[in-house]
């Protein structure tokens, strides 16, 4: 029979193995930050963090969330915050850093889709199927790339029904392809950020603003927007990138990295864009409520815009060829013809 201090001994042992095991545990989860610039209850933030949450169910609580209380960065400094590891994962508009990116603003032209769950889709499909796009990311883990809804024309001052009455009006834009279509439509624009738009549309610094529904609610603009002129398929849209840090990515276990690739791409393309849809159409909702008088633009507004702005897409063919894309043209109507084939 062991002696009873042999026991204890062996009692000590088998303890101390146990706690060992704890601190291998609590190392085995992962914390990752989340960073967002717009409001915390912008469907974005919203989508962002539901991703990041389902993730830690898929994991069996491997992955936590750190959703952060402030952005870590302006917005146009989001890609270089994510790719630099100041933060996990956040998003960005491509539009924010001019000159960077090409190829994504074939997503920003006019009279695309009614459905950003279908323009992001079709937008994430056309970068898995031509690697020129994955080029302009290197650096982050790239979730997914997708766009907001139809892009609207929204001001303090009077009806938009023609060309013409654009003129004479300050703009807020916020960057990308918008930039060049607005010119090109005679428009006096200034490029901000969009959490600005409230005090720039309050102060009168601004006149009117290009946003989706959505942003009348989610940047609490409601209260100075008087009309609002919509187009379809939008006026516009927004070329955005969801990301994560690469180095945070490759320190992953195997099965965690499984987890997240099988919740990127159309996954989460799919997931932002159905929650624009959705906050869109309540966007609209709150606008009739709040007493924005609509115009629909009608097809003499919509060929004008057409004509104005067919140079802008020639010149966009051209900057994508000279950065190595082939057949610009094809790959616009391909991603045409894909939005329409979700649409429908």
């Known amino acids: 029979m062991a002696s009873t201090s042999h026991l204890a001994a062996l009692s000590a042992l088998a303890t101390g193995a146990l706690i060992s095991l704890f601190p291998a545990t609590a190392s085995a989860q992962t914390t990752l930050t989340l960073s967002s610039w717009v409001p915390p209850a912008h469907t974005l933030t919203e989508s962002q963090k539901a991703w990041c949450e389902e993730l830690g169910k898929r994991t069996k609580g491997q992955i936590k969330c ?3 209380p402030r952005a870590v960065a ?3 400094a989001t890609f270089d915050a994510v790719r630099n590891g100041l933060v996990d994962v956040s998003f960005t508009v491509h539009g924010y850093t001019p000159g960077r990116f090409t190829f994504t603003q074939m997503v920003e032209v006019p009279f695309l889709g009614d459905s950003a769950e279908a323009t992001s889709i079709a937008f994430q499909r056309m970068y898995q199927k031509y690697p020129q796009f994955a080029e302009e990311h290197k650096g982050v883990k790239v979730l997914a790339v997708f766009t907001h809804g139809p892009g609207i024309v929204l001001n303090t001052k009077r009806p938009v029904t023609k060309m013409d009455d654009l003129a004479g009006l300050k703009w807020r834009i916020g960057g990308g392809m918008i930039n060049d279509i607005t010119k090109a439509l005679g428009m006096n624009v200034t490029l901000k950020p969009a959490p600005e738009s409230y005090e720039l549309l309050s102060t009168g610094v601004m006149d009117g603003t290009l946003f989706p529904a959505e942003s009348v609610e989610g940047f609490k603009i409601d209260k100075v927007i008087k009309y609002a002129t919509r187009f379809p398929g939008g006026l516009y849209n927004t070329s955005f990138v ?13 099965d965690v990295k499984k987890e997240i690739d099988a919740m990127s791409g159309e996954y989460a393309a799919r997931m932002i864009g159905r929650g624009w849809d959705n906050v869109d159409r309540r966007g609209l909702a709150f606008m009739q409520a709040a007493g924005v008088q609509f115009t629909q633009a009608d097809a003499a507004f919509v060929k004008a815009v057409g004509e104005k702005t067919t140079p802008v897409i020639e010149a966009w063919v051209k900057a994508a060829e000279a ?8 790959l616009l109507n391909e991603y045409r013809a894909e939005v329409k084939k979700l649409q429908q």
């Open 323 to 330: 950065k190595g894309l082939k057949d610009p043209r094809k």
């Open 74 to 76: 302006a917005p146009p």
């Open 66 to 68: 750190n959703a952060l």
């Open 242 to 254: 969801f990301m994560m840090n690469q180095a945070k990515y490759d320190s992953l276990p195997a």
